[in-house]
């Protein structure tokens, strides 16, 4: 089965505190994808990935950076978090038609 | 613009009835579509996609209209375990990029 593993579940962190999630695929997937979701708003795209280095914005990449230095690896990096980044922030990565969701970041920002 | 919109609900029926949802998405050019369930406080987790001639998987059913521009799920039988948020994904040919979720709709299932 694959496996997106994200490390961090639930974290409480303070305003302008460097943020780090990590994400890690176990299936050599290509492509990874950092989401929030938010009451109302449904998932959204923060930024996404298809390869080792390279990376794209998504809808709403504002106060969010990303890595992608391994291929099985994408982190998501809020350099300045901010009480508004407080938020459920799901990693997925993808191959063929499917999805596969890691179990989700759940951040607050006090 | 990459617009999905669903009822967001909820849906209250007892166990044992049917329920259908549907989504109605903008872009006539998407070409991929799924259901997504989700647990409250959990990940999405794929239920179905949906193909053109419909598609069938126990208690499930999913259609598509073209035409109409709108994904449908039809759950009969309903349990207690289908309550969840149900949520329609929809994307374009030209990749993971273009995936548009809908913001969901949610079912409640009483005894």
């Known amino acids: 089965d694959v496996k997106v593993t994200q490390s961090s579940r639930y974290l409480v962190k303070r305003t302008g505190e460097k943020v780090f999630l990590e994400c890690v695929q176990d299936?050599?997937?290509?492509?990874m994808f950092w989401y929030r979701q938010d009451p109302g708003l449904g998932l959204r795209l923060i930024y996404f990935?298809?390869?080792?280095?390279?990376?794209e914005k998504g809808d709403i990449p504002e106060g969010y950076s990303v890595s992608r230095e391994k291929k099985e690896r994408f982190s998501l990096i809020l350099e300045s978090a901010s009480t508004n980044q407080t938020s459920m922030y799901l990693c997925?990565?993808?191959?063929?038609?499917?999805?596969?969701f890691g179990e989700g970041s759940w951040l607050t920002v006090v | 613009r990459k617009e999905v919109e669903q009822d967001p609900g909820p849906f209250n029926v007892p166990e044992g009835a049917t329920v259908a949802f549907n989504c109605t998405y903008s872009n006539s050019a998407s070409q991929s579509f799924f259901w997504y369930r989700q647990d409250c406080r959990k990940e999405p987790k794929l239920l179905m996609s949906v193909y053109s001639s419909g598609n069938e998987d126990g208690r499930f059913t999913a259609q598509l209209n073209r035409a109409s521009q709108y994904i449908s799920l039809l759950i009969r039988d309903s349990k207690l375990s289908d309550s969840a948020t149900y949520l329609c994904v929809v994307s374009l040919a030209s990749g993971y990029s273009t995936l548009t979720f809908g913001k969901g709709t949610m079912l409640l299932v009483s005894p």
């Open positions: 299936m050599d997937h290509e492509n």
């Open positions: 990935s298809y390869d080792v280095k390279m990376k």
């Open positions: 997925t990565s993808a191959s063929g038609n499917t999805i596969y």
